[in-house]
């Protein structure tokens, strides 16, 4: 008996194991059909770490799938340095403060082969900014008139960063025509160099080129959209071959991709800035030696060379932007220092436990985290947390995963908080939240020269003064420490040798272009 | 037995009652602004005129019982509402996600009873033999590994080493194997041994003796004799383990990108969903008490003394 049922057993194995044994890459094998003789299709894998529940460019963030796999194209947009170029609209020009005329693109034509005129493009524009929830990107439109292939937009007011919000996948021309559709949300009918074939939520999305793409002959075929969260994940897809394309690969695996022969690995500093804002309300906080006294004692470097594999920051702004500090950090490592300045402000211990008193009370400041901001957070919280022993400051270290209530009551005085600064590469929106009532505001931050350094900044057109107005914002904010700006998110595209034409955008807004091509 | 599943039936009723009220208080009270975590999902701050009107079109400005009433009366109606972030019906929701796990539980229960059946009995077989002690150890380590760990391990040998399998093809037919087998390695661990004492416990039984003596098969009293009594006190902890199963594994269905139930309802309480969540609780709240249900019939079914719906009599 015992004989029989082991011999059972080891069939089942083999079952399993002749199963497993089956060409594994089925789905890309049938589509790398031979079309003709010698035509066989380009297939592009790639994974993207976050996908919305569709992809209705005018829902939130939801655009970021389209731009991220060229499904979507803007009228103008930002290219991998930061530079506006012209996409939909050939060329434009500024007339005034308040009126930029597009010449639209001849030959650009919808998914659906509709043509794209100025009239098609003002509808799509039209739509985002009546449907769109994004108030951030919105602007006052006076009108709006199509001519031809020509567009002129006028605002109510001097708007300077019209051409910055117009590049925002909120505005991603699409067929208003197609929008009625309900599956539109699924299949949005665009302009890029793929279009979408099929949309699974929380699987991804199937794509193929769009033969009359205006930049002509695309080169990719298929490409097979996956939704991978978990970055061990797409590393070990990128391994297995399954995919070809990943962003955001963990800092520790990056090792397996640098000096492989097999892989191209593109890095370097993104926009998104990972700071500790101040509670003002708190008393010592008003303090400037205090605060100075902070940024002095905590080594910035090696929380992020050692704890998270970013860049130190400097700013709010990587230098890698125009508008970015491109001199050296105001306050470096120096606990000796901020020992001084602590002292001098009369923040003393008096009972000899080791921390500083402020009116009778121990100095204990809370830093708080959630929990989607991963280790990372609390790390660096507990790494604070002995650095600033050495300078007299206790500090309790708080993950939990939802803080707004506690940032509401103000129960904190350490927030962490995740910030993509520039997203469209200018720095107004997030040096907005350092204004006095700005939105984002909740440390309740509040300098007046900042304040008119900001209020200038929304009315100045210049693309140079704007940029002298965002740096000298942003060093205002670092000499005032108005925040302990921590490091930037080193970003990370990884590619298999067969696939060309990838670059890295600073912004992160764009992954893969009609450059793409595969071997 | 009309009476029974009358009764049974107002008890899924009560059930989903009080576990929905639940869970909404629990989401409730629990700190977090729906709107906010759904507009602040890509690192950027919206203002709070667009906080404001977000939360007026999800209807959080509302009270609590307002909110759990008009929950309440759509559900009377068949509507389970439209999840916040999503924006498609809970319903389409969750009848993407129900297959998907279902598909995953009956493969990993198929796998679950018969290892650990075959690994319980032959362990009980060769009691305090090589075999045995091999068994024992393997059972050991699979309840101890855990589940991401082998997951991982498991992705790394066979998807990457060994290319048999892909795990970026979630509809693909052999896809299902490395979750279900990370799915299944603790709960044989765990039901090899609890098999293994029981038979062990029938086999010193008399009649045993008596069927032996009888010069009946050893096969036979295995699995017409033994078989039926030892595993009647494991049919309850199986059903609870399908209950688990169907009730979604986040982590395995996370690590293999496995479009299931548990991270969606991760997701909803992390979104706080409530819609979508209150979905996912009426599901589990059905799927529980169906199953105790389940495991009634076939315990009655395998000890007759057993009667459904009346108190435990012995003829």
């Keep these: 008996m015992v004989k029989k049922l082991l011999a059972f057993f080891i069939i089942i194995v083999m079952v399993f194991i002749l199963i497993g044994c089956g060409k594994s890459v089925e789905t890309e094998t049938n589509q790398e059909a031979v079309l003709g003789e010698g035509n066989e299709l380009k297939v592009l894998n790639m994974a993207l770490f976050w996908l919305d529940a569709n992809i209705e460019p005018t829902e939130g963030w939801h655009g970021w799938t389209l731009s991220r796999a060229g499904i979507g194209e803007n009228l103008v947009q930002f290219d991998e340095n930061m530079n506006l170029k012209a996409v939909i609209a050939e060329s434009w020009e500024t007339v005034d403060e308040r009126t930029i005329i597009f010449h639209i693109r001849e030959g650009v034509k919808f998914h659906n082969g509709k043509a794209v005129d100025a009239e098609a493009v003002k509808k799509s524009i039209e739509r985002a900014l009546d449907i769109s929830n994004r108030d951030d990107v919105k602007f006052p439109l006076t009108s709006m008139e199509a001519d031809g292939h020509k567009l002129t937009i006028v605002t109510e007011d001097a708007y300077p960063t019209l051409l910055n919000n117009l590049a925002d996948p909120v505005f991603t021309i699409v067929d208003v025509s197609a929008a009625e559709d309900p599956n539109f949300k699924y299949q949005p009918i665009a302009t890029g160099p793929f279009k979408v074939t099929s949309f699974t939520p929380d699987v991804g999305l199937t794509l193929e080129k769009h033969d009359e793409h205006w930049s002509g002959e ?202 993509t600064s520039a997203p469209t590469a200018d720095p107004e929106n997030f040096l907005s939240s350092y204004g006095t009532d700005g939105p984002g505001n909740v440390g309740n931050y509040s300098n007046p020269e900042f304040d008119r350094l900001y209020d200038e900044l929304r009315i100045t057109f210049d693309k140079g003064s704007r940029d002298q107005l965002g740096m000298d914002g942003a060093e205002l904010l670092m000499q005032d420490v108005a925040s302990l700006f921590l490091y930037y998110q080193e970003g990370t595209v990884v590619t298999n040798k067969k696939v060309d034409g990838i670059y890295r955008f600073i912004s992160e807004v764009y992954y893969i272009d009609e450059r793409v091509q595969v071997k | ?168 093809n979630p509809n693909e037919l052999k896809s299902i194997l490395l979750p279900a087998i990370t799915l299944t390695i603790p709960l044989v661990g765990r039901y090899t041994r609890q098999i293994r004492a029981s038979v062990l416990e029938e086999l010193s039984q008399d009649y045993v003796l008596g069927a032996r003596a009888r010069g009946t098969k050893e096969i036979k009293i295995i699995f017409q004799h033994v078989l039926p009594n030892a595993i009647i006190g494991i049919i309850t902890l199986f059903g609870m383990s399908i209950a688990a199963l169907l009730s979604g594994t986040v982590i395995v269905e996370n690590v293999f990108l496995w479009p299931g139930l548990g991270s969606m309802a991760l997701e909803a309480i992390e979104y706080r969903d409530y819609p979508l969540l209150q979905g996912y609780v009426i599901f589990m709240s059905i799927v529980y008490v169906a199953l105790n249900f389940v495991v009634e019939i076939v315990t009655q079914y395998l000890d007759p003394r057993v009667t459904i719906g009346a108190e435990r009599k012995i003829k």
């Design chain 1, 218 to 419: 695309v080169a990719v075929d298929i490409v097979n959209v996956k939704y991978i969260q978990d970055g061990s994940v797409r590393t070990m897809a990128l391994q297995s071959g399954e995919i070809d394309l990943a962003t955001q690969i963990n800092a520790r695996d990056l090792s397996l991709f640098e000096n492989n022969d097999e892989f191209v690995v593109h890095k370097g500093p993104n926009l998104r800035i990972f700071l500790l804002r101040f509670n003002m309300d708190k008393p010592y906080m008003q303090h400037l030696a205090f605060r100075q006294a902070l940024a002095y004692g905590i080594d910035k470097e090696t929380y992020a060379r050692e704890l998270v594999n970013g860049v130190p920051a400097k700013g709010p702004f990587t230098d890698e932007l125009s508008f970015g500090h491109q001199g050296e950090d105001f306050y470096k490592y120096d606990p000796q220092k901020a020992n001084q300045l602590l002292d001098e402000a009369g923040f003393i211990d008096t009972n000899g436990d080791g921390i500083r008193e402020y009116q009778g009370e121990n100095i204990v400041l809370k830093y708080i985290s959630r929990t989607n901001h991963g280790n990372d957070a609390n790390n660096i919280g507990i790494a604070m947390q002995s650095q600033f022993k050495d300078i007299g400051i206790g500090v309790e270290v708080v993950q939990v995963e939802n803080y707004s209530d506690m940032a509401k009551n103000g129960d904190y005085d350490l927030k962490w908080e995740r910030w």
């Design chain 2, 1 to 168: 037995m009309k009476k029974y599943i009358f009764r049974r039936f107002l008890q899924v009723l009560l059930v989903i009652l009080g576990a929905t009220f639940l869970t909404f208080t629990l989401t409730y009270i629990s700190p977090g602004d729906a709107a906010e975590i759904l507009l602040t999902a890509h690192d950027t701050v919206p203002t709070e005129e667009v906080l404001e009107r977000t939360r007026e079109e999800m209807g959080l400005n509302d009270p609590f019982m307002l909110q759990y009433g008009r929950w309440l009366k759509g559900l009377s109606q068949g509507d389970l509402g439209i999840s916040y972030r999503a924006k498609v019906p809970v319903m389409d929701v969750l009848a993407q996600r129900i297959p998907m796990t279902v598909k995953l539980s009956i493969t990993a229960l198929c796998f679950l009873v018969f290892f650990s059946l075959l690994l319980g009995i032959l362990s009980a077989i060769y009691q305090n033999r090589f075999f045995d002690y091999i068994i024992r150890l393997l059972s050991f380590f699979g309840i101890s590994i855990p589940s991401f760990w082998l997951g991982l391990l498991l992705i790394y040998w066979f998807v990457v080493k060994m290319r048999y399998f892909t795990i970026t």
